[in-house]
């Protein structure tokens, strides 16, 4: 009888095992398809949005599933372009890293929330797409894209998190080879450069041009495996801005950078009151 309860359990546990990794699979490929139907105009994909409790960040979109399937209706399809590079989730939140050309080319970051099956909530973040790549000859999106380290998924927000704190919002900068391997640092930033050196001196230069970039709060990080995703509040040359910031993680330490930064429009310009965090 023991045997037995103790056989059930294990088998239970490996059921709900199967389960939940089917219903992350099935919710990445949910939004990856959402995402396509701007491309493809297929009139389906709205069925993944909750018709009563959708809630949208994006400041130029109208709240509600009316204000998301308006938003759809005003895209030309035949002329738009989508491409997902890379998709992660954790817990009930699908973050994506894309590619469009929607209303002119751009670089985004979206982040969807499920309940009971249904996207209930939207945030994201916009970047045009510069002509060239960076000093590195990187671009805003190519890179390494497999999830790897699942088991490490919360050490490495951690990581990321205080990284973003102790350097980025409270200025740090002599404790920033605490969370780097030497010199090593891949950036896909589109004006800085490769290695934390480049950094340093990106900065520097910024500065003495009188370009300040501060972030005053972290309003969100989420994570799979060696990637992690910081959503950051503050402001680039005195303007109200928001930074979302993608690091990737090997050995302990932050090994490669993504990010988009895009301009809080003043409240009289914003569609819904959800604002933008």
Excluded: C
């Excluded at 938003?71 to 954790?90: A, C, G, L, M």
């Excluded at 497999?146 to 919360?154: G, N, P, R, W």
């Excluded at 896909?188 to 910024?206: E, F, R, Y």
């Excluded at 895009?262 to 569609?271: C, F, G, R, V």
């Amino acid at each position: 009888m023991i045997l037995l309860g103790l056989m059930s359990a294990v088998e239970g546990k490996s059921q709900d095992h199967q389960i939940n990794k089917r219903q992350v699979l099935d919710q990445k490929t949910t939004v990856i398809n959402l995402l396509k139907s701007f491309e493809s105009g297929n009139t389906e994909s709205l069925n993944s949005i909750h018709p009563n409790t959708y809630k949208q960040h994006n400041l130029q979109v109208a709240d509600g599933y009316e204000g998301f399937k308006d938003f759809f209706n005003s895209i030309p399809h035949e002329k738009t372009k989508v491409q997902t590079i890379r998709v992660f989730q954790d817990g009930a939140y699908v973050f994506t890293h894309t590619d469009y050309d929607l209303f002119g080319q751009s670089i985004g970051f979206d982040i969807f929330r499920f309940a009971d099956g249904k996207i209930v909530e939207h945030w994201d973040n916009l970047q045009e797409r510069p002509a060239k790549p960076n000093p590195s000859g990187r671009s805003m999106i190519d890179g390494i894209t497999v999830v790897q380290d699942l088991d490490k998924t919360d050490t490495n927000k951690h990581l990321v998190r205080s990284f973003v704190e102790e350097i980025l919002v409270k200025g740090n900068l002599d404790k920033i080879q605490d969370y780097f391997e030497g010199d090593n640092y891949l950036q896909h930033n589109p004006i800085i450069p490769d290695q934390i050196s480049g950094l340093k001196q990106s900065l520097a230069t910024m500065a003495e041009k009188g370009i300040t970039m501060e972030y005053d709060k972290i309003h969100l990080v989420l994570g799979e495996g060696n990637f992690a995703l910081v959503v950051s509040e503050g402001k680039l040359a005195n303007i109200h801005t928001s930074f979302y910031d993608l690091f990737r993680v090997e050995n302990g330490k932050i090994a490669e950078h993504w990010d988009t930064i895009e301009t809080i429009p003043a409240e009289e310009h914003w569609k819904n009151t959800n604002g933008k965090f």
